[in-house]
């Protein structure tokens, strides 16, 4: 009471704006060792020994959200995967298949549409995915309720089933029990040893991926990207690249290759962060007002991109295009690259003309809805599986009411609103 009673002394717009500067904090990220989070299973000992054995657990550090899939141990030994001998790197790789670079809390999994959406894994990261290989298709049966996550190759033999939940903490990290490793489409098992690394070679990376041809060609003629590359020390540099079909559709009245050498260059410098930023650090980002490298050559305030999550997907909004980030690229500290839906076209540039037919570009997971943490397994429709003692963990609940990411968060702004009340009112 006391402490209360001294801050209402403080002048009610100065109290104000040291209230909103606590609001919009952020909230410290938690950091995430799987294996520690693992060994309170041990039911899932021989999977917990097999990342274990691998560098994922570093790999997911800085992660802020994740959904790792993991095979208890029976279905681990009669794996026919596992059956082989298997390089370091091509075990790793599969088990970085098996985590989803995307919170899905159980509520979430019930929503998930038949025709499915598409969701990037670590592995995709690696830059050596073919294409975008290193993605999954999660499916929802809608009469059984049954969850499933296929590989992308039609009809692929490398699918699993959503068995149980295992642990939760809010808005950071799920561990779903699955019935099978799941394993990439066209991954060589035995071959990937022997795979070079992208580098830090955006273009390599870019033609690598098949679908950013236009783009890739783009930055060679313009010689940007040499700039890019030199920016790639210090903070890092994120990339988004309009997909071909992204060019393709930009209207008649849009003509970037008439565009003179010095504002094609802007353009291009346009579609980048003079930071890096992980998946996870895009959709919690703070500040959604981002400058680019063509603020920095044009001055501060101009050519700003606006990045917010919606519907569960990273959005980019440029003023008069919004797009969507459909994959990760590439994402290797300090530089991540990702894929986004529409041509990024700067107002300052392109508002004084017709746009004509460009409009907010189409996401994967239009079909997902936001983290919705409240249920737990026991209160919502479950996946009509037997029950097993995986799906309720011990602590579960207090992992769902006491989490980090939401009680501290709920307590902050708890304070805030009586703090404003107690200074208005007076």
Same mark, same amino acid.
């Given at each position: 009471?006391?402490?209360?009673?001294?801050?209402?002394?403080?002048?009610?717009?100065?109290?104000?704006?040291?209230?909103?500067?606590?609001?919009?904090?952020?909230?410290?990220?938690?950091?995430?060792?799987?294996?520690?989070?693992?060994?309170?299973?041990?039911?899932?000992?021989?999977?917990?020994?097999?990342?274990?054995?691998?560098?994922?657990?570093?790999?997911?550090?800085?992660?802020?959200?994740?959904?790792?899939?993991?095979?208890?141990?029976?279905?681990?030994?009669?794996?026919?995967?596992?059956?082989?001998?298997?390089?370091?790197?091509?075990?790793?790789?599969?088990?970085?298949?098996?985590?989803?670079?995307?919170?899905?809390?159980?509520?979430?999994?019930?929503?998930?549409?038949?025709?499915?959406?598409l969701i990037t894994t670590l592995f995709q990261t690696t830059g050596r995915a073919t294409s975008n290989y290193g993605s999954v298709n999660i499916t929802r049966n809608p009469t059984s309720g049954v969850v499933s996550i296929h590989s992308l190759e039609p009809y692929s033999p490398s699918n699993a089933t959503v068995l149980s939940l295992v642990k939760t903490l809010p808005y950071n990290v799920t561990i779903l029990a699955v019935n099978s490793l799941l394993v990439p489409s066209n991954?060589?098992?035995?071959? $990937?040893?022997?795979?070079?690394?992208?580098?830090?070679?955006?273009?390599?990376?870019?033609?690598?991926?098949?679908?950013?041809?236009?783009?890739?060609?783009?930055?060679?003629?313009?010689?940007?990207?040499?700039?890019?590359?030199?920016?790639?020390?210090?903070?890092?540099?994120?990339?988004?690249?309009?997909?071909?079909?992204?060019?393709?559709?930009?209207?008649?009245?849009?003509?970037?290759?008439?565009?003179?050498?010095?504002?094609?260059?802007?353009?291009?410098?346009?579609?980048?962060?003079?930071?890096?930023?992980?998946?996870? $650090?895009?959709?919690?980002?703070?500040?959604?007002?981002?400058?680019?490298?063509?603020?920095?050559?044009?001055?501060?305030?101009?050519?700003?991109?606006?990045?917010?999550?919606?519907?569960?997907?990273?959005?980019?909004?440029?003023?008069?295009?919004?797009?969507?980030?459909?994959?990760?690229?590439?994402?290797?500290?300090?530089?991540?690259?990702?894929?986004?839906?529409?041509?990024?076209?700067?107002?300052?540039?392109?508002?004084?003309?017709?746009?004509?037919?460009?409009?907010?570009?189409?996401?994967?997971?239009?079909?997902?809805?936001?983290?919705?943490?409240?249920?737990?397994?026991?209160?919502?429709?479950?996946?009509?599986?037997?029950?097993?003692?995986?799906?309720?963990?011990?602590?579960?609940?207090?992992?769902?009411?006491?989490?980090?990411?939401?009680?501290?968060?709920?307590?902050?702004?708890?304070?805030?609103?009586?703090?404003?009340?107690?200074?208005?009112?007076?």
């Open positions: 009471m006391a402490v209360l009673i001294h801050i209402t002394h403080i002048a009610p717009l100065t109290l104000l704006f040291v209230l909103l500067l606590i609001y919009h904090a952020p909230l410290p990220i938690l950091a995430m060792n799987i294996t520690t989070l693992l060994s309170s299973f041990p039911e899932l000992s021989s999977f917990a020994s097999l990342i274990s054995s691998t560098n994922i657990s570093s790999d997911l550090a800085h992660r802020a959200s994740v959904t790792l899939l993991a095979v208890p141990n029976p279905y681990v030994s009669s794996s026919d995967v596992l059956t082989r001998r298997l390089s370091s790197t091509s075990l790793a790789d599969v088990l970085r298949y098996n985590v989803l670079l995307q919170y899905f809390s159980w509520s979430d999994l019930q929503k998930i549409p038949p025709s499915g959406i991954f060589d098992l035995m071959a $990937s040893e022997t795979r070079p690394t992208l580098g830090l070679n955006i273009t390599k990376a870019l033609i690598d991926g098949h679908n950013f041809n236009v783009a890739a060609s783009m930055l060679l003629a313009s010689g940007v990207v040499e700039e890019f590359e030199a920016d790639e020390g210090g903070a890092g540099i994120t990339l988004f690249v309009p997909v071909d079909t992204a060019f393709a559709d930009l209207p008649a009245t849009v003509r970037l290759q008439s565009l003179p050498a010095d504002k094609k260059a802007v353009v291009l410098k346009f579609h980048v962060l003079h930071s890096y930023y992980p998946l996870g $650090s895009l959709e919690s980002i703070v500040n959604p007002v981002q400058p680019t490298l063509a603020t920095e050559a044009t001055g501060a305030g101009s050519f700003t991109l606006n990045i917010s999550r919606i519907n569960g997907s990273v959005a980019i909004d440029t003023g008069i295009v919004q797009a969507s980030v459909t994959q990760t690229v590439f994402d290797q500290n300090p530089v991540a690259i990702f894929g986004v839906s529409e041509v990024l076209l700067p107002r300052e540039i392109f508002s004084n003309g017709p746009i004509g037919n460009v409009k907010p570009g189409n996401t994967v997971m239009s079909g997902a809805q936001p983290p919705n943490n409240g249920l737990s397994p026991k209160n919502s429709p479950g996946l009509n599986n037997p029950p097993s003692h995986l799906s309720s963990p011990p602590g579960f609940r207090e992992d769902i009411t006491s989490g980090a990411a939401t009680g501290n968060g709920a307590d902050l702004r708890s304070l805030v609103v009586a703090l404003c009340c107690i200074a208005f009112n007076r």
